[in-house]
């Protein structure tokens, strides 16, 4: 089990109780800093994680500034976000609407047409997770290009580049978002995409 516990939905919860993205993500997020994640446990003791990150070599400094909430850029668009964790869910939401898009939730991938096809001419961008019940990101892609083509596209998901086919993003004309992402890169992406 030790050997899987870092491995996108998997959990040895009952079904509703969990979807296993936690120590995935947070892994994600780890490995991207270019640190590691080690995990000890005893049966009937628990477990330990212990996280190291490498030492930044650059002194602190009150000076630096960061690019903060208000260089980011917002908008009034409707934007239809799918995505069957509750929780990538709600805070893709609570981002956009913070930044006065208008937001419509789906839980999977039917949901989202049947959304879609409701709201067709308002709904100027779709986010998309690529692993979906009921219909993955990119059929659901196909059925909104279908009703309405200009619509554009961001496809997300948890697993890395080398597992989906970055070739097949690139000619079918749809931007890519990796999760986990920090709320500032959905903005600046979302915005970007709606601005092209």
Same mark, same amino acid.
């Given at each position: 089990m030790r050997?899987?516990?870092f491995e996108p939905f998997f959990t040895t919860k009952g079904i509703g109780e969990g979807t296993g993205l936690g120590l995935a993500i947070s892994y994600g997020i780890i490995k991207q800093h270019s640190g590691y994640m080690k995990v000890y446990s005893e049966p009937g003791q628990g477990a330990v994680f212990k996280i190291y990150l490498?030492?930044?070599e650059e002194p602190a400094s009150a000076e630096k500034k960061?690019?903060?909430p208000d260089a980011l850029k917002g908008g009034n668009e409707t934007i239809l976000v799918a995505e069957d964790d509750s929780s990538v869910r709600d805070l893709a939401r609570i981002v956009l609407e913070s930044f006065g898009y208008s937001v419509i939730t789906a839980t999977d991938g039917e949901d989202a047409i049947i959304k879609f096809i409701g709201k067709r001419e308002g709904i100027k961008l779709a986010?998309?997770?690529m692993i979906m019940p009921?219909?993955?990101g990119k059929e659901v892609r196909e059925a909104i290009w279908k009703e309405n083509p200009l619509t554009k596209?961001?496809?997300m !998901? %948890?697993?890395t580049m080398d597992i989906i086919n970055n070739k097949e993003l690139i000619? !079918? %004309?749809s931007d890519f978002i990796q999760k986990p992402f920090l709320p500032k890169d959905l903005l600046i992406k979302v915005r970007e995409i709606l601005d092209k």
């Open positions: 050997l899987k516990i490498p030492l930044s960061t690019a903060g986010i998309l997770d009921k219909k993955n596209i961001l496809l !998901s %948890g697993y000619e !079918s %004309g």
